[in-house]
């Protein structure tokens, strides 16, 4: 069936959550504490305010919640080991995480009784993974 | 029900954008950069169109701008008569490469260890990044001005256009290996590594060719002159825009015109598409970049898709991948704001 489908009139335009940031006007930018600097260790050589050690923290929890996010992302399709508990090791390729990071969907799971085709990993069984990227 | 596309204007540039260039896909997202008649190129975030950073230091317009792969290196042409290496990370200026006359395009190859440069001096300049003292070397051939330079074929190759002619040269041995030419000006070339295309436009036509032998795998026609094309990473569509201010969206494999936008105030003299295929940005004689959804009503950037159900509002926060760190914050610091006023309660004596 080739019948080219009329559109109707579009009643609404895509939302979006804001609007680009433009330049600040007052500095030519590349923020040092931009996504992309490097997490230096901080030592304040100064006694700060309260109130700006604590939005440095923030920020710093801020920059490295959004490196693991991005570690989850480049983990997709990979080869993950994972150390479980009592030393049991197996090894899948990552598929996806849900919301809370609670849990791990993975597939072609090797474990010591089989390979399992798609399977969930509860986080909190896991010590810990490794991965290439 | 269709959904009308929503273009993400950023805006900071005071003069025409002439060319816009992404980086590759970095573990920090992928970037823009835009040269501007100002003088002052600028780097955004490419998912967003958040400013990042100007780069500072050129004395004139800056005709073409480019990223490497990674975003860590930038590279600018200016009509001061230099080329500009940058840190894409620091903003600050790494190298001034003079040049004879005004210089139009520059590209890294694939390692970031060489700069390709042509300008109105109509030779191509090939710059040992490593060896930044040191004499380019020279490849003359062009009888006009060069206007893009492009590095292809993993680099052993190199494409570059002037007003009537495309050339395809051999890098190791710095001579030209096969022409093509052309009776209307070409206002643009794209180079696809996956399939070794080449995308040139000049008058109404967008013209494609193997970047190998150049010979032509086909053509469409726009309404109007177009001044750049480019072709979305899976092959299926390809976005134009030229002199009537529209950009138009067609499907590759069919010629057909899927779409057309009306939004800049002025001609469009860029358009490419983000590495991912997501969205397309177009710079524009406005002062403009705009940024277009690919598949328009997608969740995706700053774009929110809302479904029926939801009300109009956000109601409740969703944390979706690739928000950025500082909106999780902005909507958690909103949620938090929202209960601090409800729970306190002013007392006035």
Redesign the interface.
């Known amino acids: 069936m080739n019948a080219r489908i009329m559109?109707?009139p579009?009643?609404?335009?895509?939302?979006?959550?804001?609007?680009?940031?433009?330049?600040?006007g007052l500095s030519?930018?590349?923020?040092p504490d931009?996504?992309?600097?490097p997490l230096k260790p901080v030592v304040p050589e100064i006694p700060e305010s309260q109130e700006s050690r604590e939005s440095q923290e923030?920020r710093a929890r801020?920059?490295l919640?959004?490196r693991y996010?991005?570690s989850l992302?480049?983990m997709v399709g990979r080869q993950v080991s994972f150390t479980l508990h009592e030393g049991v090791h197996v090894t899948a390729h990552f598929g996806a995480t849900d919301?809370d990071v609670a849990n791990f969907y993975v597939s072609q799971l090797q474990t010591p009784i089989g390979v399992q085709a798609e399977a969930l990993l509860r986080c909190s069984d896991i010590v810990s993974y490794t991965f290439k990227p | 029900?269709?959904?009308?596309?929503?273009p993400?204007?950023?805006?900071?540039h005071t003069r025409p954008v002439v060319d816009l260039a992404f980086s590759g896909i970095t573990?920090?997202?992928y970037f823009l950069i835009s040269a501007c008649k100002d003088g002052k190129p600028?780097?955004?975030?490419g998912d967003?169109?958040?400013?990042?950073?100007?780069?500072?230091g050129h004395k004139g317009a800056v005709w073409g701008a480019t990223l490497n792969k990674d975003a860590t290196k930038a590279a600018t042409a200016a009509a001061d008569f230099t080329a500009k290496v940058w840190d894409a990370?620091?903003?600050d200026e790494l190298m001034t490469l003079a040049h004879k006359h005004i210089v139009k395009t520059v590209d890294f190859t694939q390692d970031s260890n060489y700069l390709l440069t042509g300008g109105q001096d109509k030779l191509l300049r090939i710059y040992d990044l490593n060896k930044p003292e040191a004499d380019p070397k020279e490849i003359s051939g062009h009888t006009s001005g060069i206007k893009k330079a492009l590095w292809c074929s993993e680099d052993k190759q190199i494409l570059s256009a002037d007003d009537k002619t495309v050339r395809l040269w051999d890098h190791a041995t710095m001579t030209e290996v096969k022409s093509l030419n052309f009776n209307m000006s070409v206002s643009s070339m794209e180079y696809i590594p996956e399939g070794e295309i080449l995308v040139i436009t000049y008058g109404r036509s967008i013209a494609f060719h193997s970047a190998v032998s150049l010979d032509p795998i086909k053509s469409f026609e726009a309404p109007a002159t177009i001044n750049s094309a480019s072709l979305h990473p899976e092959k299926e569509f390809l976005v134009a825009g030229g002199e009537d201010f529209k950009l138009y969206k067609y499907d590759y494999n069919s010629g057909e015109e899927l779409e057309s936008y009306k939004g800049h105030f002025g001609p469009i003299h860029c358009v490419r598409f983000s590495p991912d295929g997501e969205l397309y940005a177009s710079g524009s004689e406005d002062g403009t970049l705009r940024?277009w959804?690919t598949v328009?009503?997608k969740t995706y950037g700053?774009?929110?898709?809302?479904l029926p159900e939801d009300s109009g509002d956000l109601a409740k926060p969703k944390?979706s991948?690739?928000e950025?760190?500082?909106?999780?914050?902005e909507e958690i610091a909103s949620e938090n704001s929202d209960s601090i006023d409800s729970s306190t309660p002013e007392v006035k004596a």
């Open positions: 559109q109707t579009p009643t609404t335009t895509v939302p979006v959550l804001r609007l680009p940031r433009g330049p600040d030519r930018g590349f923020a931009g996504r992309r600097a923030q801020a920059t919640r959004e996010l991005r992302l480049a919301l | 029900m269709a959904m009308r596309q929503t993400l204007t950023c805006s900071g573990p920090y997202g600028m780097l955004r975030q967003t169109g958040d400013w990042i950073g100007t780069f500072l990370v620091s903003g940024l959804q328009v009503g700053l774009w929110k898709c809302v944390i991948f690739p950025t760190a500082e909106e999780e914050l």
